[in-house]
């Protein structure tokens, strides 16, 4: 009787320790291990965000006389521009803007320089040495699933890419798929789901690689964490099993020693 508690305790003891064993890492490098000069790649193009209609913008004109700038800038009725402090300049369904002493100016479609650049055109004629800068105050785009930090990440300027958007959400651990992550796009009324592989040097051509407004990049778990989530759960179970039996060898030779 004796011998055979002792063999299941060693099993017991052998089956966890078979899987809690140290597993040998996958393989987590960004891109391929192609070496070739980047040259042969097709360069591609830095993406700059259209204005949309929707859009909050922050505007503010300078000049090389302050005082003369100040009726182009959206005031607190003190004469202090706000832009900076959440006020901005919403961008219309038609896609125009009023803009103080200016009146219309359409906006929708344009980069924030081909904004900027209209802007300075038309200030001109009444500034000296006109400086005018442009941001936008509502672009964002969101990281969830497995990445270290989920959230929202704001983008004054409207330009970033998929890898600066994961490196700010702490990066993809060794429990995310780099090789589909997903982006949720808003285009033309209708919702579209694309997949970027970040371990193929493919990924400087996809049309995912510069996030748009208000996209969502979703990173998945992988094989590696669901495995391990379901090892977890087996040796929680063994380790009840065990203790239930270790439980019952103890009553087994409690009571042989009362029956002896």
Do not use: W
């Not at 960004?30 to 790649?41: L, N, P, T």
């Not at 961008?91 to 900027?116: C, K, M, W």
């Amino acid at each position: 009787m004796k011998t055979r508690l002792l063999f299941y305790c060693c099993l017991a003891v052998c089956l966890i320790s078979s899987f809690t064993a140290c597993k040998t890492p996958k393989n987590i490098n960004y891109f391929s291990a192609d070496k070739r000069d980047s040259s042969v790649y097709k360069t591609l193009q830095n993406y700059e965000a259209k204005i949309q209609p929707g859009d909050k913008l922050s505007i503010y004109v300078t000049a090389l006389n302050a005082e003369s700038a100040k009726p182009y800038n959206l005031s607190s009725g003190t004469g202090t521009a706000v832009l900076a402090q959440g006020q901005g300049i919403s961008v219309d369904p038609s896609g125009r803007i009023l803009y103080p002493q200016l009146g219309f100016i359409h906006a929708a479609g344009l980069t924030r320089n081909e904004l900027r650049d209209t802007l300075l055109s038309k200030l001109s004629p009444f500034l000296t040495d006109p400086v005018v800068t442009v941001d936008f105050m509502n672009f964002k785009v969101t990281v969830l699933g497995e990445v270290g930090r989920q959230g929202v990440i704001p983008v004054p300027d409207g330009s970033i890419t998929i890898l600066q958007a994961i490196g700010q959400a702490g990066d993809i651990p060794i429990t995310g798929r780099r090789d589909s992550v997903m982006v949720i796009r808003e285009s033309g009324g209708k919702r579209e789901f694309g997949y970027i592989n970040l371990m193929s040097n493919e990924t400087f051509k996809s049309p995912y690689y510069y996030l748009q407004q208000n996209d969502v990049v979703y990173v998945s778990m992988n094989n590696r964490k669901l495995q391990t989530e379901n090892d977890q759960l087996f040796i929680r179970n063994i380790s009840v099993v065990t203790s239930v039996l270790a439980v019952l060898s103890t009553v087994g030779l409690l009571i042989l020693n009362i029956t002896r």
